[in-house]
């Protein structure tokens, strides 16, 4: 069916308040990054890797949480539920995590901040996939991801423009009782605030997934919702199709059937992809910003001037992400970005290790974030949104995403400790050597999905 015949109107609007998870997703992810020169002085937590790595990566354990959660809620509840369930989280954690005063009370609102992302982060992509048709699925899907670019840019440069210029040399004691110290990290968190009850409200206005509603036997209500989309034809064509990988216990939460042979392989697929996005280390760089620019010779305030250049890298390269992924595919793509962060890598780590600093640094890490915007950030969610069974799809994708969130968590809690054993250097060699795992495996494991039908994926996939 050509594209143009779509009520491209209506689907993108209720993509976009779909995504505003995404959104949420980036700015909840990043914006600890430009507080963390101030809360750590706040919470007297500078000479402790251990505690630095809790506080950032605390949020993580929610996540994991968050996308097991997330496969009971979206194959219980449906798609919208968990959406709307997020949203109000969201809005808890911005509240909470600036308002505190100790470090515990800190931590568990970044707990309940990460449950929120767990749960978007496996909900959104998929909401989004199960409305879209298959010749614009990747774009819109990807629109996702460009979402969490977005709310990453914004966290970036909210945080710039709160903070107030540091004088080199500052001491920790001078930036704990700054304005940055005792108030700025603050502001940082609540900002959050406005779109996260702006997803809240928003979000009771979407329909509910039509693949939900045929998989609960709601027939006649997914008919109306695809008829919306494409038409009647396409409604016809669509609930056939649907109806096809669909059984009678279809509607039940089955983790058992996730254990059938034919099943296995695209589980184990989702789950690695899943894991090296993360592990693949890209990430670091938007956590441990201050120390991956102060190790080459910038200021805090001259840090948080490069973290927005890098997120508007991020924004410019997931655009163009956007046009490609429909056209070059996703096989190609995922190929192009672990093969060029390895090589990236390389001359990173080689940079720290020869001592070069300043400009040479930034550039690689730009270049860094661009490849993962281009391909491996937007793409895996694309793949993850469309390789699962119809009546699996939920508690999969929940288990691909947790998979996801424990990568990072390893990711963000081993850096300070990696960093400190193997110095800059040694650590970005490590992550070319994962980079150049995850080539072979794609190369050897993902196979082409751009332009077929969900239907038709899981045909040709679990056949």
Not at 48 to 56: D, R, V
Not at 232 to 251: C, P
Not at 290 to 301: K, M, P, Q, R
Not at 394 to 403: C, D, E, N, Q, V
């Amino acid at each position: 069916m050509e594209s143009s015949k779509f009520n491209k109107r209506f689907i993108i609007g209720i993509t976009l308040v779909s995504a505003m998870g995404g959104l949420l997703f980036g700015y909840d992810w990043v914006v600890i990054g430009g507080a963390k020169p101030f809360y750590e002085r706040f919470f007297d937590i500078t000479q402790s890797p251990n505690l630095q790595g809790w506080a950032m990566s605390s949020a993580l354990i929610g996540c994991l949480f968050g996308a097991l959660f997330s496969g009971y809620l979206s194959d219980r509840f449906g798609r919208k539920v968990p959406l709307i369930f997020a949203a109000l989280l969201f809005t808890l954690s911005a509240i909470g995590t600036g308002a505190a005063s100790m470090f515990t009370p800190f931590i568990m609102y970044r707990l309940l901040g990460g449950l929120a992302i767990g749960i978007t982060s496996a909900t959104s992509p998929m909401y989004i996939a199960e409305v879209s048709p298959a010749p614009i699925r990747g774009r819109l899907v990807a629109v996702n991801q460009l979402t969490i670019v977005i709310g990453i840019l914004a966290a970036q440069i909210i945080n710039y423009l709160i903070a107030e210029k540091v004088p080199n040399g500052a001491t920790d004691e001078f930036i704990r009782q700054s304005w940055n110290g005792q108030m700025g990290w603050r502001w940082m968190f609540w900002a959050e605030t406005v779109p996260a009850v702006s997803f809240f409200l928003l979000a009771f206005f979407i329909p509910e997934s039509p693949r939900f509603l045929a998989k609960t036997g709601k027939t006649e209500a997914s008919l109306k919702i695809l008829e919306k989309i494409g038409g009647a034809e396409y409604s016809r064509i669509e609930e056939k199709n649907i109806a096809e990988t669909l059984t009678d216990a279809s509607h039940k939460i089955d983790w058992k059937a996730l254990k059938a042979k034919k099943l296995r392989p695209v589980l184990l697929l989702g789950i690695v992809l899943a894991a090296f996005q993360q592990w693949c280390g890209i990430n670091v760089i938007f956590n441990y910003a201050e120390e991956v620019f102060t190790s080459a010779g910038y200021s805090v305030s001259d840090m948080l001037l490069n973290i927005v250049i890098t997120g508007s890298v991020n924004l410019v390269f997931t655009l163009v992400a956007m046009r490609m992924v429909d056209s070059w595919g996703r096989r190609k793509l995922m190929l192009l970005g672990s093969l060029g962060l390895a090589v990236i890598y390389v001359v990173l780590g080689g940079s720290y290790y020869f001592g070069i600093q300043g400009f040479v640094i930034l550039l690689m890490v730009v270049l860094a974030i661009a490849t993962y915007a281009l391909t491996l950030a937007p793409v895996t969610w694309v793949i993850l949104s469309e390789i699962f069974p119809n009546r699996v799809r939920g508690t999969a994708m929940a288990l691909a995403t947790t998979s996801l969130w424990v990568a990072a968590f390893g990711l963000t809690y081993t850096f300070p400790l990696l960093n400190k054993a193997l110095n800059a250097s040694g650590t970005f060699w490590l992550y070319a050597v994962i980079s150049i795992s995850g080539f072979l495996f794609i190369l050897k494991k993902l196979p082409e999905t751009k332009g077929r039908s969900l239907e038709e994926i899981e045909k040709s996939i679990t056949n």
